[in-house]
C-alpha cells in the first residue's frame, strides 16, 4: 500500500471519543496503512464532547471560512486539526456552532436522537469534499464508516460526479451492527433533493432509518466492507445481491491481511 492515498471519513475516532466498533476500526485500520507506508488523512465530526485542549486540536485558517448550504440555510465551516500521539496521524475535525457544539455525539442526555442529525450528515459529506479539494489532496479509495457519515457516497457520486479531483477515487462503506433506534427528519430526502440529486436514486430515504440510510451508502459505494460480526440478515443479504465487491467479517488479528487485499483489489 505505498504512497497510495486512502481517505478515511468516520462518525467517530479513538482517541478523540469512547471506544466503540466504529470508533476503533476507525483508528486501527488508517494506522495499519499508514505502517505500510500508505499516505492517510482521518476526517471527523468536532462534536462538542471532544477535549480541544487535551487532544491539541487548533483551527486551520487557510482551511476555514467558506460556507455550506444545508436546506437553503448558509451555514460556516469551520476545520481544526490535530494529531494522533505517536503515530504521525493527521486527524481534520468540520466543526461548526450551529450542528456541533452541543455535549453529546448523536443524542441528547436522555438518549433521544438530535432532530437536526440529517443536516449534520449533510452538512458532513459536504465539509469533507470541500476540504479535500482545498487540500487538492487526490485519495485512490475513500473509506467511509459509521451512519453519520453515510451520505458521503450519495454527494460523491451526484453532486461531486463532475469534479475531476475524484475521477479515479473509489469509494468503500464499511457496514456496522452498531445502530439507532427510529428515524432521522422524515424531511431528510427533500433536503437532500434541494441539493440535486434524483429522488430515484435516494427513495430509501423516505423512510430514513438506519437499515436504509446503509442501504443507500452501498448503493452508492464501489465496494462493501462487513465490519460486525452480527450485521443484521436483511442488510448482510441486501450486500450480497448487490454485485459490488465484499469483504466479509475479519476478526481483528485477520484485518491487515483482509484489508490489504482487499484494497489492493479495488486499485488494480
Avoid: C
Avoid at 103 to 113: N, P, S
Avoid at 190 to 217: M, S, T, V
Avoid at 243 to 252: I, Q, R
Wanted: aromatic share 10%.
Amino acid at each position: 500500500m505505498e504512497d497510495k492515498r486512502i481517505l478515511y471519513v468516520s462518525s467517530e475516532v479513538v482517541p478523540y471519543l469512547a471506544e466503540n466498533e466504529v470508533s476503533l476500526l476507525s483508528y486501527d485500520v488508517p494506522k495499519m496503512i499508514n505502517d505500510q507506508g500508505g499516505q492517510i488523512r482521518i476526517f471527523m465530526p468536532r462534536y462538542g464532547n471532544i477535549n480541544e485542549r487535551r487532544h491539541q486540536l487548533h483551527e486551520v485558517i487557510r482551511l476555514s471560512g467558506m460556507n455550506l448550504v444545508v436546506n437553503d440555510l448558509d451555514m460556516p465551516l469551520i476545520i481544526k486539526v490535530a494529531s494522533i500521539p505517536k503515530e504521525r496521524i493527521q486527524v481534520y475535525f468540520i466543526d461548526n456552532d450551529e450542528y456541533f457544539k452541543r455535549k453529546a455525539t448523536f443524542t441528547d442526555e436522555d438518549g433521544v436522537l438530535y432532530p437536526d442529525n440529517d443536516e449534520r450528515a449533510i452538512f458532513f459529506a459536504k465539509g469533507v469534499v470541500e476540504t479535500v479539494k482545498k487540500l487538492n489532496w487526490v485519495p485512490d479509495i475513500i473509506h467511509v464508516h459509521g451512519w453519520l457519515a453515510s451520505l458521503l457516497p450519495i454527494y460523491m457520486k451526484h453532486y461531486y460526479k463532475d469534479e475531476a479531483l475524484f475521477s479515479e477515487t473509489k469509494i468503500v462503506t464499511s457496514v456496522y451492527s452498531q445502530s439507532f433506534d427510529g428515524t432521522l427528519d422524515t424531511e431528510m430526502i427533500n433536503k437532500i433533493i434541494f441539493d440535486g440529486i434524483p429522488h430515484d436514486a435516494i427513495q430509501e430515504l423516505e423512510l430514513p432509518n438506519y437499515e436504509n440510510l446503509i442501504k443507500a451508502a452501498v448503493n452508492h459505494s464501489d465496494a462493501v466492507v462487513i465490519a460486525s460480526e452480527n450485521v443484521s440478515a436483511s442488510l448482510t443479504k441486501f450486500i450480497e445481491s448487490s454485485g459490488k465487491p465484499f469483504l466479509p467479517f475479519a476478526a481483528k488479528d485477520k484485518i491487515t491481511e483482509a484489508y490489504t487485499t482487499f484494497y489492493k483489489a479495488m486499485l488494480s
